[in-house]
């Protein structure tokens, strides 16, 4: 997505949000898509940081 640090985004709400809902699900985004794009973070950080955010969820 362009940047550096590891960002999450929803497509759902976000980047396909004005597509209609069969427009979306065709594109194979669901409402329980989360797109990951991985930075330059150090893996172990990533790793305990899903780790974290799952637990909590």
Do not use: K, M, Y
Request: proline share 7%; aromatic share 6%; hydrophobic share 45%.
């Amino acid at each position: 997505l362009g940047d550096a640090r590891t960002l999450l985004v929803h497509p759902w709400t976000t980047t396909h949000s004005r597509l209609p809902e069969e427009g979306r699900l065709q594109a194979g985004v669901t409402p329980g898509l989360v797109r990951v794009s991985v930075g330059l973070e150090a893996p172990e950080d990533l790793v305990a940081w899903f780790q974290e955010a799952l637990a909590a969820a």
